[in-house]
């Protein structure tokens, strides 16, 4: 899945994925998932029959789109159906394949725990993200001890609790950025009371700016 502009979030029972416009997220063979779009998105979407996806993971992915591999899906779109696999087209299908090789890039992944507890923690989150998510009120909402909820978040999701609010803030930023919510509404959605603290924070975890991150990606 692959969109020119606005976002893509990717929801399986492994997680969410937000995906940016010039990165292309992976979907392994019968992986039953959902997908969002915030924004004005032009989607493209390959299909591959699983004999020739033999060296894609198993498992989703968020891979980087390179301007050659951009313009390969692009020329993909135009191609029949059922193409002479020794012609030009065919040609053009087995390059495409080679640039797929996934080159993973840090991703705006959010990993859904097993235990119902939590996964019903996550779900509040994310409903409501800008709420202050402290342990004590994290550990009163999961019915466990502030220890507890630290020791089995953190088993559970391989991020602190503290990380896996931050990312949600994130995903959500990036939802609502895409649809073209300015920086100041988005601040106050999740949950910062400035729109230089947000931003500072957005930095910090994506190496630039809200308003430009749709274009360094």
Do not use: K, N
């Amino acid at each position: 899945m692959y969109g020119t502009t606005g976002a893509i979030t990717v929801v399986t029972g492994h997680g969410t994925w937000v995906v940016p416009a010039t990165r292309g997220a992976w979907v392994p063979p019968r992986l039953t998932h959902e997908m969002r779009c915030a924004g004005p998105v032009a989607m493209r979407t390959l299909y591959l029959d699983p004999a020739a996806a033999v060296e894609l993971p198993d498992v989703p992915t968020v891979v980087s789109v390179s301007p050659l591999l951009r313009e390969l899906i692009d020329e993909a779109t135009r191609l029949p159906v059922e193409y002479e696999a020794e012609g030009r087209d065919g040609h053009v299908m087995a390059l495409l394949l080679r640039e797929l090789t996934p080159h993973p890039v840090a991703a705006l992944h959010l990993p859904a725990p097993d235990s119902p507890r939590l996964a019903a923690l996550c779900d509040a989150v994310r409903r409501s993200p800008a709420d202050p998510w402290t342990t004590g009120r994290a550990a009163a909402f999961a019915h466990l001890s502030p220890r507890s909820l630290q020791r089995d978040f953190s088993a559970a999701t391989g991020m602190s609790l503290a990380r896996w609010v931050q990312q949600a803030r994130l995903v959500h930023a990036v939802t609502l950025l895409a649809r073209g919510s300015s920086v100041t509404a988005v601040a106050g959605a999740v949950g910062y009371a400035t729109p230089s603290a947000f931003t500072a924070m957005f930095r910090r975890a994506l190496g630039t700016t809200p308003r430009d991150y749709f274009a360094a990606t």
